[in-house]
């Protein structure tokens, strides 16, 4: 250091395992053929949010298959994580009341 | 132990002590007679005439908890035996098995205090001694920079000052636990982030934590990060709640919690960083910050962190640990999922019954008055509330069964359009009598200043198996 003191350090309060950039996963190339999840977080009214964007998939010549989590107040269980990986090809979540 | 004593007699001297000038030929006398290693603080040419290591660095004082000089240790195979502080001769003479030693001097003089105790030095000795355990990444600051708004500009604060965390703090924060630095306490949500000792001890100091208080910090954390609290949840709702921190036990003596005026208010350094460690956690290691997955609405200021301890000298009822299976005079720390407090004011009841209407008149209101079942509740019970329930010998489950009596309420004032009001229950429930709070929903806690015929009430969030529920953890060392 040009000043001759000694270099202050603080020491990371934070997550260093976090990766600096997350890469994003290659956007669908369209719906048709594609298997669509549609998971419903479990508040009121989400069903009805997710009916309508059903129908609009299947309109794009989407296969939706629904899905659903124990509680909005929890993070989805893994294995209900997984298996959304494996059966579908992308997942829409109805987030708000 | 980083430095190895060589076996023998070791004596840790300094020239700057009267006691050590006079056993000087005392220690002459034992080097003649057998192995005596020598150490000196501050003059390896001392005592002259003898051969002395060099401590000047401190590092076996340190090593080896020298707290005064002279200090003679009696060493075998490497470990000490047997030590004495001073000058006594009959210790003197019982550690090293040989009579009549310094004849001309005084049966007994004190030493004087280690160089490696002063407290200022501690920290630069910890911090020379025992940094490598210290895992944590050292984020270097830029010569002008200034340190406070460096962790600002980092993205590590709350919004308000935090103290830097630099090794020699961190180092000393460690100091209030027994637990490794390395340990991992918990995996912090919303990232679910595995989380050391070390860097709660980071948090800590950044949120204005003394040492001492940190076992406590510990063990709310483990109290935050399990299904049954829930914090992911807690965190990334609309609601205005957070986390709650509730201390039982002769812990709030010892580092000094309020329990008594202004209890939930500003003012007690414990009290206001112990909560606030938790929250800087849980944005800092499990990345949850407002506007991300912290998703309120509203929030409430005692998101900042919101910690009290409960008054349990001047309670009428057992501790509230109790109430999650721990034995009064247990440390423990509980965490209520809540917003912050709103009063109850009731100056003329005294009678137990029309005071607790006065407190159901008030819990009606948690969330909305057609709200049933949903949301729990955290009833704090000020003391001249509590003497009218002590004098009458009413029990705090009394209470609550009461209370859930008159909370019980009809369906024709639940519905929806009830009171020319759209929200409320579908029409269905129109013949129901419902309760407000879910069994084990509304939990009573005592505290607050001695005049006031006041109590407070927390409302709180969704509860149960779907919600979060309150989690109790001892606090150990």
């Given at each position: 250091?040009?000043?001759g003191e000694a270099?202050?350090?603080?020491?990371?309060?934070?997550n260093?395992?976090?990766?600096?950039?997350?890469?994003?996963?290659p956007?669908l190339?369209?719906l048709?053929?594609r298997?669509?999840?549609?998971?419903?977080?479990?508040?009121?009214?989400?069903?009805?949010?997710l009916d309508?964007?059903?129908?609009?998939?299947?309109d794009?010549?989407?296969?939706?298959?629904r899905f659903?989590?124990?509680?909005?107040t929890?993070?989805?269980?893994l294995?209900?994580r997984?298996?959304?990986?494996?059966?579908?090809d992308?997942?829409l979540?109805?987030?708000a009341? | 132990m980083k430095?190895?004593?060589?076996?023998?007699?070791?004596?840790?001297?300094?020239?700057?002590?009267?006691t050590c000038?006079?056993?000087?030929?005392?220690l002459?006398?034992?080097a003649?007679?057998?192995?005596?290693?020598?150490?000196?603080?501050d003059?390896p040419e001392?005592p002259?005439?003898?051969a002395?290591?060099?401590?000047?660095?401190?590092?076996?004082?340190?090593?080896?908890?020298?707290e005064a000089?002279?200090?003679?240790?009696?060493?075998?195979e490497?470990?000490?035996?047997?030590?004495?502080?001073?000058?006594?001769?009959g210790?003197w003479?019982?550690l090293?098995?040989?009579?009549?030693?310094?004849?001309?001097?005084?049966?007994?003089?004190?030493?004087?205090?280690?160089?490696?105790?002063?407290?200022?030095?501690?920290?630069a000795l910890?911090v020379?001694?025992e940094?490598d355990t210290?895992?944590?990444?050292?984020i270097?600051?830029?010569?002008?920079e200034?340190?406070?708004?460096?962790?600002?500009?980092?993205?590590?604060?709350?919004?308000?000052?935090m103290v830097?965390?630099?090794?020699e703090?961190?180092?000393?924060?460690?100091?209030?636990?027994?637990?490794?630095?390395?340990?991992?306490?918990?995996?912090?949500?919303?990232?679910?982030?595995?989380?050391s000792?070390?860097?709660?001890?980071?948090?800590?100091?950044m949120?204005g934590?003394?040492?001492e208080?940190?076992?406590?910090?510990?063990?709310?954390?483990?109290?935050a990060?399990?299904d049954?609290?829930n914090?992911?949840?807690?965190?990334?709702?609309?609601m205005?709640?957070?986390p709650?921190?509730?201390?039982?036990g002769?812990i709030?003596q010892?580092i000094?919690?309020?329990?008594?005026?202004?209890?939930?208010?500003?003012?007690n350094?414990?009290?206001?960083?112990?909560?606030?460690?938790?929250q800087?956690v849980?944005?800092?290691?499990?990345g949850g910050?407002?506007?991300?997955?912290d998703?309120?609405?509203?929030?409430?200021?005692?998101?900042?962190?919101?910690?009290?301890?409960?008054?349990?000298?001047?309670?009428?009822?057992?501790?509230?640990?109790?109430?999650?299976?721990?034995?009064?005079?247990?440390?423990?720390v509980?965490?209520?999922?809540?917003?912050?407090?709103?009063?109850i004011v009731?100056?003329?009841?005294?009678?137990?019954e029309?005071?607790?209407?006065?407190?159901?008149?008030?819990?009606?209101?948690?969330?909305?008055?057609k709200?049933?079942?949903?949301m729990?509740?955290?009833l704090?019970v000020?003391?001249?509330?509590a003497?009218?329930f002590?004098?009458?010998?009413?029990?705090k489950?009394?209470?609550?069964?009461?209370?859930?009596?008159?909370?019980?309420?009809?369906g024709?004032?639940l519905?929806?359009?009830?009171?020319?009001i759209?929200e409320?229950?579908p029409?269905?429930?129109?013949g129901?009598?419902?309760?407000k709070f879910r069994p084990?929903?509304?939990r009573v806690?005592?505290?607050?200043?001695?005049?006031?015929l006041?109590?407070?009430?927390?409302?709180g969030?969704?509860?149960?198996?779907?919600?979060s529920?309150?989690?109790?953890?001892?606090i150990?060392?």
């Open positions: 250091m040009s000043s270099t202050r350090y603080i020491l990371d309060p934070g260093e395992s976090k990766p600096a950039v997350r890469r994003q996963l956007r190339p369209g048709s053929g298997t669509i999840g549609l998971l419903d977080i479990s508040k009121a009214r989400g069903d009805l949010f309508r964007l059903e129908s609009r998939l299947q794009s010549g989407a296969n939706v298959l659903s989590k124990p509680t909005f929890k993070p989805a269980p294995d209900l997984q298996q959304i990986a494996v059966e579908c992308a997942v979540e109805a987030l009341d | 430095i190895d004593l060589p076996s023998g007699l070791v004596a840790v001297v300094k020239r700057d002590c009267p000038e006079l056993v000087a030929p005392v002459a006398e034992l003649s007679r057998g192995a005596l290693s020598i150490y000196s603080q003059d001392f002259e005439g003898l002395v290591r060099d401590d000047r660095e401190l590092e076996l004082s340190y090593h080896h908890d020298i000089v002279p200090t003679l240790l009696r060493v075998e490497g470990r000490e035996v047997e030590r004495t502080e001073g000058w006594h001769r210790d003479e019982k090293t098995g040989l009579s009549g030693l310094g004849r001309d001097l005084p049966d007994w003089r004190p030493g004087c205090g280690s160089l490696s105790q002063l407290p200022e030095q501690r920290a910890r020379r001694f940094s210290l895992k944590a990444r050292r270097p600051l830029a010569p002008l200034d340190a406070y708004e460096a962790l600002h500009e980092r993205g590590f604060s709350d919004g308000l000052p830097p965390p630099t090794p703090r961190v180092l000393a924060m460690l100091e209030g636990t027994t637990r490794a630095p390395d340990e991992v306490v918990a995996n912090v949500p919303p990232d679910l982030v595995p989380c000792v070390e860097k709660v001890a980071i948090n800590a100091v949120a934590c003394r040492p208080y940190l076992p406590v910090v510990l063990s709310a954390l483990e109290a990060c399990n049954d609290f914090m992911h949840g807690v965190l990334c709702t609309t205005p709640v957070g709650i921190l509730i201390v039982n002769p709030r010892r000094g919690m309020n329990s008594g005026k202004n209890v939930f208010g500003q003012g350094r414990a009290n206001q960083s112990i909560g606030r460690t938790l800087l849980i944005r800092n290691l499990g910050r407002p506007g991300e997955v998703r309120a609405t509203h929030g409430n200021p005692g998101k900042l962190g919101l910690c009290f301890a409960e008054d349990e000298e001047g309670s009428p009822w057992e501790p509230f640990c109790c109430d999650a299976g721990f034995e009064a005079g247990t440390d423990t509980t965490l209520f999922t809540a917003e912050g407090p709103r009063c009731d100056q003329l009841s005294r009678e137990p029309s005071l607790a209407r006065s407190l159901a008149a008030g819990l009606r209101g948690v969330a909305h008055p709200s049933v079942l949903g729990d509740a955290l704090a000020g003391p001249e509330h003497r009218v002590r004098e009458a010998g009413w029990s489950s009394r209470l609550i069964e009461r209370l859930i009596e008159l909370l019980t309420i009809s024709e004032e519905v929806r359009g009830a009171g020319g759209a409320g229950l029409e269905h429930l129109r129901a009598s419902l309760p084990g929903g509304l806690v005592h505290c607050g200043g001695a005049a006031g006041f109590s407070a009430i927390f409302g969030w969704a509860g149960g198996a779907m919600g529920q309150p989690v109790t953890r001892e150990r060392p």
